[in-house]
């Protein structure tokens, strides 16, 4: 069974400061990583996807992929409580045309 | 233009009944994915569809559910003898391969709730 773990939080930070937020998978084939927001009560939204190893870079938002350690992460620079919200790491299933989800951390800005 | 459509919104019904849920995916994508999300949970698969390829169900949890998807379009989750434990949000997601690469857009969800 292909994973993709990520800790559950809730992962509190002050507003301003850097969010890091991690993910870990287990298909050392896997070649597409995502990140998704999901706001309470909404539907999850994509907001990154990354492909090569090293970082990507959206905004006030960072992708990093380390694929020898099986490793994404997503930073968030300036943190605004409106980034308060779970965010889900899915990645790309090597073997089969699908996409696996991790179960979320959630992330707290406080003012 | 739209996106991916579910319906209904809500839905409660009495445990033992059936129920069907609906997704109509944004026009074109030849991906179709159900979720399942309980309150403060993370997303559980449960099957996918992709394309005229047989169906992926290896999340589905028991017998009792099943989807059917018509015309690579329009998807239908069936559950049959509801019980109190099948009462959550059911997402649905659509989208389309472009490389390696699938972003999926998600339905507002169904929220079903098991009396």
């Known amino acids: 069974q292909k994973e993709v773990e990520q800790n559950s939080g809730p992962l509190s930070v002050p507003e301003g400061a850097i969010a890091s937020l991690n993910c870990t998978y287990s298909d050392r084939g896997s070649q597409s990583f995502f990140w998704y927001r999901q706001y309470s009560g909404k539907s999850p939204e994509l907001i990154m996807s990354?492909?090569?190893?090293g970082d990507k870079e959206d905004g006030r938002f960072t992708a990093q992929l380390n694929k020898a350690s099986q490793y994404v992460s997503l930073l968030i620079r300036d943190s605004q409580p409106s980034d308060s919200a779970t965010y889900l790491c899915a990645v790309k299933d090597s073997s089969a045309s699908k996409i696996i989800f991790g179960s979320g951390t959630r992330l707290s800005i406080r003012p | 233009g739209a996106g991916v459509s579910q319906s209904p919104s809500n839905k409660v019904t009495e445990k033992g009944k059936d129920v069907e849920l609906r997704c109509d995916p944004i026009s074109g994508h030849t991906a179709l994915y159900w979720y399942r999300q309980s309150l403060g949970q993370g997303l559980e698969f449960l099957i996918y569809f992709q394309g005229n390829s047989a169906p992926d169900k290896s999340g589905l949890p028991s017998d009792r559910f099943s989807a059917e998807r018509t015309g690579g379009s329009v998807s239908t989750l069936t559950i049959q003898r509801t019980q109190q434990e099948d009462s959550a949000v059911y997402l649905c997601a659509s989208g389309e391969w472009t490389g390696d690469s699938q972003p999926q857009h998600f339905g507002d969800g169904t929220r079903l709730s098991i009396l």
């Open positions: 990354i492909y090569s190893n």
